[in-house]
Nanobody
């Protein structure tokens, strides 16, 4: 059984930083590409970032590029999302997702087989 558990969300002020973590259990973590998505109230799910199985390549959504960094520690079966320069429009539930089929991951949520429960990030102005 594949399980993803996120942590690290919270309430911060504009300009602050947060680091989200997602621990994955079940598959061999180094054989899984990982992604982060977010969903704000009343809005569609939005791609944030994805990282390849090895961690060698990463891609970002247009709204977070240059502020967010995705990384992974395969020895700890954990993927991270370092968020800096947070803005009120970053407020959302952030979810990690596992893609067991592709090497590099995808910006399409439909390509991910497993999801975490999400962690709330709220940025106050």
């Amino acid at each position: 059984q594949v399980q993803l558990v996120e942590s690290g969300g919270g309430l911060v002020q504009t300009g602050a930083s947060l680091r989200l973590s997602c621990v994955v259990s079940g598959p061999s973590f180094s054989s899984v590409a990982m992604g982060w998505f977010r969903q704000a109230p009343g809005k569609e799910r939005e791609f944030v970032a994805h990282i390849s199985r090895s961690g060698g390549t990463a891609y970002y959504g247009d709204s977070v590029g240059g502020r967010f960094t995705i990384s992974r520690d395969n020895a700890k079966s954990t993927v991270f999302l370092q968020m800096t320069g947070l803005k009120p429009e970053d407020t959302a539930v952030y979810s990690c997702a596992a893609d067991l089929t592709s090497f590099s991951g995808s910006s399409d949520a439909a390509d991910y087989e497993y999801w975490g429960q999400g962690t709330q990030v709220t940025v106050s102005s």
